[in-house]
């Protein structure tokens, strides 16, 4: 059930509608909008009465919401959400006109690599740095990541550097430590439906990057994310980064086409991951580009300064240079669609 | 076995090559290059001997090839293949600087509607016309297509407006009709291993427009493609239609990687069908985007007058509007990739 | 729609619906059952008034039918379909208590290698005998069948051995060759939804051995079959060979889910190719043994006399000994079931 | 790197194969054999040198393994494992001559309900009841389990009916609490890539019921088993659950060649999950019958009193009567494959 606040509607009439729900047994979710607000209702098991929440002061209205996601709905909330990341000058909002850069190594290897690679990436545009300190691996006996000495790591670059730093959180126990160093807390494919990490992500004052299940429908992608908002964490940025499929040319098929299908059905800021998505080093830079141009509101990018020799995923790093052209070609099509980078190569405007 | 010649070799010379292959029982391909000419040999079932090439004049090297596919294969021709549509000032050369668009309805239903579409789309920028006469539909009770009248109100556009005609061909013995009256014989999905209809369009003097079937591994979208230039026939144009995977949000999933794959490994030029690819028309503009983005050699596009009507497939056709608006967008991309397309529309620049 | 009679009703009753049908440029199809006939109509573009039909004397009922497929619909014919194959004491009828046993090397090579499986799998139980003369390959350069020769040679292994032969036609023009050969044509996978095809093996006297496309929906096979009926050749058995996934232990996932779909929804018979369906010898006799407990009513099955050097597919044939395996464990599985193969091995019974 | 024993090594020889290997810093991991031991190395990132083993006292060969996996292979230990649950009377072997039958509901709902259900299933021959008392849901809104209470109620079931308990954990923190009160710890498909729970459940006492992810390569299946045995804990059963294709006949595909394939690399038993598997209850019978003879070392299955008022996935569980049937006719099977159950119906023998 989803209820909507006239425009003239008080901070009174909305708290009124939030008691009744609660003294119901269920959890109020006010959703403020450009307009009107809208309160979704939720730990309801059957449908609801309209007529119980129509009949109070400032109500426009009581919709059952037959999907069964809620909270992550358009229909709940009409505007795209910004999400904020970080605060102050070196902030960024997901979301916005501005792209999401995201780039950095697969591992955090040591001070040296991390330190080469946001140097590189700040210089280019990037706002914000990837790098794993606990890295999910397939093998148990694969390098697993240098743990809290890689988080120190990260501090230390956005110290240096003005990065915010997005990493990967792998259990709800690890989520207490991640949680003190990361500005953006990362959500694998492989944990997209475990709902303890969801639940604990849920509760965290730090935004989620939530990426897609490898073989995850749209519906649970959402619900995935229904899960962090549902604790009431409203900070979520998606992320696509590829299915599984029979495909066998690239590691992962980069299914684009969600990202449009998310905007129409969700408020929910989406990006994409064309390093996992293809898996391969010269297939990241044309993705990018298709990426940006069907709109996503971001990109996340793997970069190494020595690929070659990398602790994990190398071949699908791109090496700095590489990532300078990205930056540059990436911009001049955000430009198309209205959007901007804050990539600073002049020559962009000159290729143009 | 590739036999490449000197780049001063003889025409006499690569005669000559030419000659002992067919001696030996096996079919010789030439490939002229723009600095040395390379001669494919088919039909031998083992490897043959290298020394038996490279004791003859002009021979610089004779190279085993391990991939299945020979004469579609970059090692072969490193250049990037030009086809040719059409002849005089309305022919249309794919592979080129220009994006080849082709815009046109799922069936030709009656003259109004084909005359309709192809005013606006022609005026929009597109050099080629699409339209099923024969449509392979999966139930034997639906619409099956016009037959030969459909061809000749095909005929009609071409005259009419200038337009090249692209329009399926079913099977091998109505290759025969197609062929009258289409400059670019359409292989669908489902026949991309229909082995017939393949050797018949490898035949044909006309161009092939060759879809990529709906669960093909790029190895087998590859081999298709070599059935036709075994046959002799090497103006094939390949395309990305999708493919079929668990995701249900579009009805199949735009392949784009497979764009920058084909043209690492094959000199053929290859466009993408954001319309079959997503089966849905709010996809279709950015999904298109991301095709010239990624750096698809052209589109091609379902567009009706009034897709709500329309006897088959209209939920995935554009208005012609949102066509206009369409080749705005690509046109815009299209530059940054040093491109263009022959959209006139003067605000396109203006937006830049 | 579908016209339901009385069970009383006069063979001038269905007549007369018959031919109220073709006078309004409809298609009839009398389907006779146990205890009244059903009246299926195809060629309808939109739907019927069921009053026009329920007026008619001897009609019970007229049912507008909302799935695609009609003929091969229960709804249409509630008791299972028995397909014959042949004639005389070598015929066999697939759908009935036996099972059927189709058994051969993938393609014919020469006399010797068909004389010698023939001999065994005859020997085994095998009442058909397949093997392919026009084999579709995904290489232009692989060996593409030995065509009417081997057609030749499979004449001779019925005179010989008295089984029946299963082989497969590539295209319509080709079908008329097959036909004077075949005693059952096999459509292949990758012919599915050659319509062009099914509507030629439609119009048939011989009995269609129709394959699953490699990633054909339930209701693409449904349809697929339905082409064939609707062109008035009811004797159609189906096959399920493995669709294609992500999962790369065998070559293709064999979907014996689909078998009780099939029976559930329609009233042909329907078989296993697990050879096909795995793609590796050692797989063969268990996905055998499980195809027959899902309640397949046969199986087509690789043997080949030395398989090692087999010219096509040959890691995925069976030696003739493992081929007596097999049906000694299958006939033991059936027997569960309360079917039967026409194995002779005594042993079976004792092996219980 | 594997370290084969001579079959006359002593238990010292074993030992000092062991001190050498963790000397070096690695971890060794002696696996008994019939014949011989082998010991296991892992822990090694790069590779080591045979000739500082095979020069120990009792040790055969020192063999470079070139498969990720290694604790889990055939290679490492050639014989099946036994995998005990419990002891004494009420305890059960996995991978032996009997087919372990666990069977349930889906979630505890309530002592009724779970009673009833025991009494049925323990009377048709299953050993081990199942029951989801953390029920990880795709919806944060749907029915999450009972929690403790339900596992409280799980022990009743086991001191009411003697059987033993198989029950879900859903992440590490979770895993203290359900291992005090389950036989057997159950990872769900959704986690099968969760490598902190599956480290965790490697290092309990209690054996794990590891489910395939649903698009888990056989080697990622592998790999998962090989966490949980790395930490320690040897006693994992594999369960195929069905894979996501493209197929909408069944809510998941059954690849049951997995199965097969499995028990060629390596020495796990593996059961089948029709219920999951196929989603479809009246699916389950046939799919279980295909499990049991393609070789499945046991079956799990959904049993529900009152499958239409289930609190989840109603649809696919079977009515006891149901579960009768299927615990015939698997029974039946089974002998055949010189297997048997603990299925007690007297009319099973008179059936063949």
């Known amino acids: 059930m989803l209820v909507l606040m006239k425009p003239q509607a008080t901070e009174e009439d909305v708290a009124r509608v939030c008691r009744k729900i609660e003294s119901m047994g269920y959890r109020a979710h006010p959703m403020p909008g450009a307009?009107?607000?809208?309160?979704?209702?939720?730990?309801?098991?059957?449908?609801?009465?309209?007529?119980?929440?129509?009949?109070?002061?400032?109500?426009?209205?009581?919709?059952?919401?037959?999907?069964?996601?809620?909270?992550?709905?358009?229909?709940?909330?009409?505007?795209?959400?910004?999400?904020?990341?970080?605060?102050?000058?070196?902030?960024?909002?997901?979301?916005?006109?501005?792209?999401?850069?995201?780039?950095?190594?697969c591992a955090v290897e040591n001070r040296e690599q991390v330190f080469a690679v946001a140097e590189r990436v700040r210089r280019a545009g990037a706002r914000l740095f990837r790098g794993g300190a606990f890295k999910p691996r397939t093998s148990p006996y694969s390098f697993q990541g240098l743990g809290e000495e890689g988080l120190k790591l990260l501090a230390e670059v956005r110290r240096e550097f003005g990065l915010l730093i997005v990493t990967e959180t792998i259990d709800s126990e690890n989520c207490d430590l991640v949680e003190r160093y990361a500005d953006v807390l990362q959500i694998g494919a492989r944990n997209m439906q475990n709902?303890?990490?969801?639940?604990?992500?849920?509760?965290?004052?730090?935004?989620?990057?939530?990426?897609?299940g490898m073989s995850a429908t749209l519906e649970e992608f959402l619900m995935a994310a229904e899960y962090v908002l549902s604790e009431g964490n409203y900070n979520v940025i998606l992320c696509e980064r590829g299915v599984r499929t029979f495909a066998d040319h690239t590691r992962n098929t980069l299914d684009l086409a969600v990202i449009p299908a998310v905007k129409?059905?969700?408020?929910?800021?989406?990006?994409?991951?064309?390093?996992?998505?293809?898996?391969?080093?010269?297939?990241v830079l044309p993705l990018a580009r298709a990426a940006v141009a069907v709109g996503a509101d971001g990109l996340i990018i793997e970069v190494h300064p020595d690929p070659d020799h990398a602790r994990s995923d190398g071949y699908q790093s791109l090496h700095p240079d590489q990532f300078d052209e990205l930056m540059r070609e990436i911009t001049a099509i955000a430009a198309i669609l209205g959007r901007s980078t804050p990539c600073p190569f002049l020559d962009v405007a000159a290729r143009n």
Chains 1, 2, 3, 4 share one sequence.
Not at 75 to 102: C, H, M, P, W
Not at 198 to 210: D, E, N, Q, Y
Request: avoid cysteine.
């Open 35 to 105: 307009t009107r607000t809208a309160v979704g209702i939720t730990g309801n098991s059957g449908p609801l009465e309209p007529a119980e929440f129509e009949t109070l002061p400032g109500v426009a209205e009581a919709i059952p919401v037959s999907k069964p996601y809620k909270l992550v709905s358009r229909e709940l909330k009409a505007e795209s959400s910004l999400v904020r990341v970080g605060s102050g000058s070196d902030g960024f909002t997901f979301g916005g006109q501005d792209l999401g850069i995201i780039a950095g190594p």
């Open 195 to 212: 709902f303890s990490l969801l639940k604990r992500a849920g509760r965290s004052r730090k935004p989620v990057l939530l990426k897609r």
């Open 264 to 283: 129409s059905l969700s408020h929910l800021p989406i990006i994409a991951d064309p390093s996992h998505g293809t898996g391969r080093r010269d297939k």
